[in-house]
């Protein structure tokens, strides 16, 4: 992954300005397309194709289809390593380390689920005053002790009547859960395991996703992806000009990190909850986020990284399937490719004015060559 470094930068840029991208402010899209092409080698992607109807409607129409990883043959694309046996007691350890950015989280989630339910909210805590009354106003055993919270409030200067202040209290009576925090604590860390159980299913099912390979002379590619070279590529340069708009698209566009899965460590769910529990989910904590979801994400074991792979992924269900990519520049013809069954392939490459390539045999060098494909 070292030639890969730059993915973390990447995904930060992309962090950071996520409301200029989906407002389409051009220039932060042209920006962060111009930095992202240039990683991708020769800024050209392929897709090895087949001979179908789908397949030529596609091109003819410049989209790719999205699919969910779920629909894949590999059962464990687009998975991370749960191991929850070894889950439970980290996330209880953070949890109880965490306590007071616990309790600051839970309350947040109690007044926004109030507020969603038309209840006006009297006073809204910050994550420091959460703290104070998590540490001054709760009995050794968990239990809130509203006569505490009343002298909390008085020295602080926080002025509540009778009934904002039983408001707030109840607000702070959820965390007792049987009178005693650790018990809250515990019983959450349990729900998080079980929330998760079954995320790998989910995540197959949650991201839509479209491949690309970097490498359009892969022999195993070939065999296996275009019908043992009677198939063809259609070949991508993405410096062809388009509307910024049709960059935008581009900017989903990731590479493959090829690991050893065997061997791949547990998902770090402790630095989520802790992120999480971070006053108004700081940028930073965002970013270290999506950066190490990414790379759980991205991994695929590396007896396949002779695809050289990178992906188009979408977490928006919103988004149609058909993918326009206007940027098919030319198809390649493997070398048993049959011209004259196939013949529509051509005539479509032509009315797009796509350069046209052969793949023929060089058997001095013992290898695959392309020339230009002429009648």
Known sequence: MA????????????????????????????????????????????????????????????????????????????????????????????????????????????????????????????????????????????????????????????????????????????????????????????????????????????FLTHSFTTDNKNEKMWTEYSDNHKGYIVGYDLTKPVSFLDKKVVLKLFPMNYIDMNIRKPFNFTMLIEGMMDEGIKATSLIEQEQYIAKEILAKDYNYDYENEWRFYWIDKSQPRELYLPYATAIYLGWDFDTVANRRLIDIAKSKKMKIYIETIDRSKIRYEYKEYGE
Not at 41 to 54: F, L
Not at 88 to 108: G, R, S
Request: with cysteine; glycine share 2%; aromatic share 10%.
């Open 3 to 206: 030639k890969y470094n730059w993915v973390d930068g990447y995904i930060e840029k992309l962090v950071l300005n996520q409301k200029a991208i989906k407002e389409d402010n051009e220039l932060i899209i042209n920006e962060l397309f111009a930095e992202h092409v240039a990683h991708v080698p020769n800024s050209k992607i392929y897709k090895y194709r087949t001979v179908n109807d789908d397949n030529l409607k596609a091109l003819e129409n410049d989209y790719v289809w999205l699919s969910t990883p779920s629909e894949f043959e590999h059962q464990f694309d687009t998975t991370i390593n749960l191991n929850i046996d070894q889950q439970l007691p980290k996330i209880e350890k953070t949890l109880l380390k965490n306590n007071h950015k616990f309790a600051y989280y839970f309350v947040t989630m109690f007044l926004t689920a109030k507020r969603r339910e038309g209840i006006k909210v009297a006073w809204e805590p910050t994550q420091e005053q959460v703290k104070e009354i998590t540490e001054q106003c709760y009995s050794k055993k968990g239990r809130f002790i509203k006569l505490r919270m009343e002298l909390y409030c008085k020295a602080h200067n926080i002025r509540l009547n009778n009934i904002q202040l039983n408001q707030i209290s109840s607000f702070m009576q959820i965390l007792e859960n049987d009178n005693n925090i650790q018990k809250s604590i515990e019983n959450c860390a349990t729900k998080i395991v079980e929330k998760y159980w079954n995320i790998n299913i989910d995540l197959r099912e949650m």
